[in-house]
């Protein structure tokens, strides 16, 4: 079944797989992003990391191509690829010239369908991974928001994608394959298509690689919410990292600009308000600012503070007072820029295939359709100062979650974190 979502081409298949495709004629290349429902939620709970590792073992070899026959041809064809694993999905993209867009869709089929798994490469595929997880484990800011997103995220969906370093180690070759048996079915892929090509070949290109595959994954997991509002990670270091997070508008929500503005003008770039008064008045810190995050039915607000030990307190005070004045309304010229910022992102996406392909899979996976990239521009530009300040008078940040990483712990006013 094919249908149009404004500047969007939807197409159903029998088997429950979706193609998404929004034409983008100006560019001289098309990318695509294949989301496979198998991220690390749906990892078992004592084999977190097994859809890192599924990741990793798919692509060596795949259909008649061994791993080095996989990557010479993607080479030959000029495809410049990447994969990636999150929460929910994990994400295979690419993007090159139009006239290799089937072929490189055949050889991506056959990651999705016959994935060789060898058997040899598995140690050098898990200690790789393990490598990763070391690294991350050495680095304090990722630490940080390993442990905030615990606490802040339901769970399973605060996951660390690439798991548990003890986990990793025990995973065996037939949990991979096993895994891939279970997940990497064709109900609930989308596949996203962006840049130049030909809807109507695009279709039946799909059909005839993918129509015929049959199958259906498990359903995602249940979700716990976190009861732990405040933590200290301690780490041999000069430095203390602050990590503050409270909760807002989902994606879906029809507020969801109005959330997303008054976050970019809290801490997003060097005249956001975190910036300025931290880092820029007061010199209290050496990073500063604020992200959006979002999954399904959720969405909420993370700020860090990357500061000295010394000053980690009057680091945190002021970050606190910060986000309870955002309550008291924003004015005009912070709402023009953070307008401006967010437009920005719309030209961004419209000169890259690949990003705006991936921006498909993601748009389809929380709302089911996909909002056009004129839909946005036009939310973005309706938004006023006045519903902004409503918004931020109904919705003011509170509750929050902390969480610090450092030699010590920061002392945290504990009227803050009351619910």
């Not at 800011?141 to 660390?160: D, G, I, M, T, V």
């Not at 519903?387 to 006013?413: A, H, I, S, Y």
Request: glycine share 8%; net charge negative.
């Amino acid at each position: 079944m094919t249908a149009s979502s404004t500047s969007c081409l939807v197409h159903c298949f029998d088997n429950g797989l979706v193609l998404l495709a929004e034409p983008l004629p100006w560019l001289s290349s098309v990318g695509f992003d294949i989301a496979i429902p198998a991220g690390a939620a749906f990892d078992p709970e004592d084999r977190q990391g097994l859809a890192s590792l599924t990741t990793d073992m798919v692509l060596r070899g795949a259909g008649p191509r061994d791993a080095r026959a996989f990557l010479e041809d993607l080479e030959n064809l000029g495809v410049v690829w990447s994969e990636s694993v999150g929460h929910r999905f994990i994400h295979l993209s690419a993007a090159m010239r139009p006239k290799h867009l089937r072929d490189a869709l055949a050889i991506f089929s056959d990651v999705l369908r016959k994935p060789r798994l060898p058997q040899e490469d598995l140690e050098s595929a898990r200690q790789g991974l393990i490598q990763t997880i070391q690294a991350e484990e050495d680095d304090p800011e990722h630490q940080l928001n390993k442990a905030l997103r615990y606490r802040f995220l339901p769970y399973p969906w605060s996951r660390s994608p690439h798991g548990v370093i003890d986990h990793v180690a025990a995973i065996s070759w037939q949990e991979v394959a096993e895994f891939v048996e279970r997940h990497f079915q064709p109900s609930g892929v989308v596949i996203g298509v962006a840049g130049r090509f030909n809807w109507d070949e695009l279709v039946t290109w799909v059909g005839e690689l993918l129509g015929d595959w049959k199958g259906s994954p498990p359903p995602a997991p249940e979700t716990r919410w976190p009861t732990e509002r405040q933590a200290h990670v301690p780490f041999d270091s000069q430095q203390t990292h602050i990590g503050v997070a409270y909760r807002s508008i989902p994606y879906e929500d029809d507020h969801y600009f109005l959330a997303r503005a008054a976050a970019g003008m809290l801490g997003s770039g060097s005249s956001s308000r975190l910036f300025m008064e931290l880092r820029e008045r007061r010199g209290l810190c050496y990073a500063v600012g604020a992200n959006y995050v979002v999954i399904r039915g959720f969405g909420g607000v993370i700020c860090y503070v990357g500061t000295t030990s010394e000053r980690a307190e009057e680091s945190l005070e002021v970050l606190l007072e910060q986000l309870q004045n955002l309550g008291e309304g924003v004015t005009k010229d912070e709402l023009d820029r953070a307008k401006a910022q967010l437009k920005s992102g719309i030209v961004f996406l419209q000169e890259s295939s690949a990003a705006r392909a991936h921006t498909l899979t993601q748009d389809w996976s929380l709302l089911g359709r996909v909002r056009s990239m004129q839909e946005i521009k036009e939310a973005v530009d309706s938004l006023s100062t006045e519903e902004v300040n409503q918004f931020l008078r109904d919705n003011p940040p509170r509750d929050f979650t902390v969480v610090t990483v450092g030699p010590r712990p920061v002392e945290v006013p504990s009227e803050l974190l009351q619910p």
